[in-house]
């Protein structure tokens, strides 16, 4: 399966808010750190508001931030939330295909789409975003996190 780079960038843009909860962020400053056209971010952050998975604020301290704790955010649901189709094959309905009826390669592509939903339904943002937050947040310009005395990241 292939996912859109809508679903690739509204995936970024939450990792990069779960790196950071207690902040604010701006689209320049996501687009900036990923290095992605701020036109498309736009069209990206008003999706993840419509369909819940952030908040936006306006105004002068306003901004974008997670709707909830990344762990309550699963990754199943954002590629549902995200992509226009998920079919893996555009069977013709209505007699349109020569096969139409007898070939059972639809049947096994919806089973194949569900696995791979199934797989993702058992991760959450959390997943993503907190086992290398610390690499994460140096690779992306995120102000560091203060670790703790044993040097293990703190967020």
Known sequence: MHLTRFTDYGLRTLIYLALR??????????????????????KVV????????????RGR????????????????????????????????GGGACAISGLCRLQGIMD??????????DRYSLADVAGPA??????????????ADAEGRDSG
């Open 21 to 42: 909860p207690d902040h604010m962020a701006s689209i320049s400053e996501i687009s900036g750190a990923y290095r992605v056209s701020e036109n498309h971010m736009v």
């Open 46 to 57: 008003h999706h993840l508001g419509q369909a819940g998975l952030i908040e936006t604020l």
């Open 61 to 92: 301290n306003g901004g974008i931030r997670l709707a909830r704790p990344a762990a309550d955010i699963g990754l199943g649901d954002v590629v549902r939330a995200t992509e226009p189709s998920l079919a893996l094959v555009e069977c013709q």
């Open 111 to 120: 089973e194949t789409q569900k696995a791979m939903l199934a797989v993702l």
């Open 133 to 146: 937050s610390q690499a994460l947040r140096r690779r992306l310009g995120v102000l560091p996190v203060a």
